[in-house]
């Protein structure tokens, strides 16, 4: 089946943690993208990576670390610089973004600071 | 500043009873409009992509619409499993990549 997969679904870190979050995808979409998801608030982008090899920063992306050695993953690391990292964090992939392309999103990682 | 506002922030519905949620946007050039639907504690879920003012688009009990400043989402006698956050995000011209601006959607409650 093809699809998009997060792990871990709940993540729980300690105050100077830096914690990865992993996200796979095998729809062969170029482009990725991570979320992050607050009560009462929009999506806001962190990160995104059109091509293998190259990421850009999102609206938010202080705090937060990315690598895409592989068109099929692209892990997000929160680092302890992350102030307030407790959020929902979803994974997206589509097209490259010469055209209109579709955002297909994970089941996302739930992400609480103890 | 390219901006997405939903309305209302919560909507409570009886089984069978219609409504419509509301989707005002503004950009300074539109290149698609996406609603996506989001149960509690998943990723949003895909609903449909509008391109132009006058366009609509159908599945099951949902139809989205799109005008110049704004997108409908009609719900037609909605069932409790409709019951989710709807979510609404553009798609502006200028960005240089597959930019998405939500908004902070709207959570239906569909009762029995």
């Known amino acids: 089946d093809g699809g998009i997969t997060q792990s871990p679904k709940y993540l729980f870190r300690k105050e100077g943690q830096n914690v990865t979050l992993s996200c796979e995808q095998n729809?062969?979409?170029?482009?990725m993208y991570w979320y992050r998801q607050d009560p009462g608030q929009g999506l806001r982008l962190i990160y995104y990576?059109?091509?293998?090899?190259?990421?850009q920063k999102g609206d938010i992306a202080e705090g937060y670390s990315v690598s895409r050695e592989k068109k099929e993953s692209f892990p997000l690391t929160v680092t302890s610089a992350q102030k307030n990292p407790t959020a929902f964090y979803l994974c997206?992939?589509?097209?490259?973004?010469?055209?209109?392309?579709?955002?297909?999103f994970g089941p996302g990682t739930r992400l609480t600071v103890l | 500043e390219d901006q997405v506002t939903q309305s209302p922030e919560a909507l409570r519905l009886q089984e069978g009873e219609s409504s419509s949620l509301n989707c005002s946007y503004t950009?300074?050039?539109?290149?698609?409009l996406f609603w996506y639907r989001q149960d509690p504690g998943k990723g949003p879920e895909f609903l449909f992509t509008l391109y132009s003012a006058g366009e609509e688009k159908e599945k099951e009990r949902l139809k989205a619409t799109l005008t110049k400043k704004e997108s409908f989402l009609h719900i037609t006698a909605p069932k409790p499993e409709d019951s989710a956050t709807y979510l609404c995000a553009v798609q502006p011209t200028s960005g240089g990549y597959n930019k998405l601006i939500f908004g902070a959607g709207t959570r239906l409650a569909v009762h029995p």
């Open positions: 997206a992939s589509g097209g490259s973004g010469a055209s209109t392309d579709t955002q297909y």
């Open positions: 729809l062969n979409h170029d482009a």
């Open positions: 950009v300074s050039g539109l290149r698609g």
């Open positions: 990576s059109q091509i293998v090899n190259d990421f």
